[in-house]
C-alpha cells in the first residue's frame, strides 16, 4: 500500500462515521453541549440501543469523547475542529445540493426573515436594553454555551414567562441554528401576544464561528 493510500483509507474513517442520518443528527445535538446516552436517544427519536451503537461509531472516528459520571455516560464533541467539519459539510450541501437548498429555503420563510441580521448591532442594542436575545433552547444546552447577554426561557416554558418580558423591547429568539424550529415556534407565539419579535438564523456554534461573544454556564 502506498502512503497516500493509507491516509485515504484513514480519512474514509470520517466518511463512513457520518454517512448516516442519525449519526449527524446526534453530532449536531452535541454541538450544543454535552449530553447523556439517555438525552441523546430522546431528543434524536431514537432507541436506547441504536443511539449508544451510533455514538459508538462516532467514538472510534475520534469526533466524540465519552465521559462517565456515576452511573451515567456523557457525550461531547472532541473539539472546535469537529464543529467546524459539521458545519463546513453543512454549508456544502446548501451550495451542491438542491434538496438541501429548498430545506434551507423553507426556514427562511419560517423565521420569516429574508434580510442578513447585524450581529453586531443585536448586541450593541440588547446591551443597551433595546432588544432582549431569548434562547429558546432546553436549559442544560443553553448552560453549555449561550449568546453573550441571551436569556434562557425554554420553548416549552415561554407561554408562563411571557408576563415578565418587557413589550417596550424587541425580541430576538434563537435555538440550535437555521434548521431548528424553536426559534420560529417561539415568534408565532410572542406576536401572537402582541410582542414585536424575529428569529435568528445562528446558533451558538454560527455564533461562535464568526467569532462573537459566547458564555459558558450562568443560571437561566
Request: glycine letters at 8%; charged letters at 30%; a positive charge.
Amino acid at each position: 500500500m502506498k502512503a497516500d493510500d493509507a491516509l485515504y483509507q484513514q480519512l474514509a474513517r470520517l466518511g463512513r462515521a457520518i454517512a448516516s442520518g442519525p449519526r449527524l443528527a446526534l453530532l449536531d445535538l452535541l454541538r450544543q453541549g454535552p449530553r447523556t446516552v439517555e438525552a441523546l436517544a430522546r431528543q434524536a427519536g431514537l432507541t436506547l440501543a441504536n443511539a449508544s451503537q451510533h455514538l459508538k461509531v462516532l467514538r472510534q472516528a475520534r469526533l466524540v469523547e465519552a465521559e462517565k459520571r456515576g452511573i451515567f455516560v456523557s457525550y461531547r464533541v472532541a473539539d472546535q475542529a469537529v464543529d467546524t467539519f459539521y458545519a463546513s459539510l453543512r454549508g456544502l450541501g446548501e451550495k451542491r445540493l438542491a434538496e438541501v437548498q429548498q430545506i434551507a429555503r423553507s426556514f427562511v420563510e419560517k423565521r420569516d426573515s429574508l434580510e442578513p441580521v447585524d450581529r453586531a448591532l443585536l448586541l450593541r442594542r440588547a446591551r443597551a436594553g433595546k432588544v432582549t436575545i431569548l434562547d429558546v433552547r432546553p436549559v442544560e444546552e443553553y448552560r453549555a454555551a449561550h449568546i453573550a447577554g441571551a436569556v434562557s426561557v425554554p420553548l416549552k416554558d415561554l407561554a408562563k414567562y411571557l408576563g415578565r418580558l418587557p413589550r417596550s423591547r424587541e425580541i430576538v429568539a434563537y435555538c440550535r441554528g437555521p434548521y431548528c424550529v424553536f426559534a420560529p415556534d417561539a415568534v408565532k407565539l410572542l406576536r401572537a401576544r402582541g410582542y414585536r419579535a424575529s428569529a435568528l438564523g445562528d446558533g451558538v456554534g454560527e455564533w461562535r464561528a464568526r467569532g462573537l461573544p459566547v458564555t459558558v454556564g450562568g443560571r437561566p
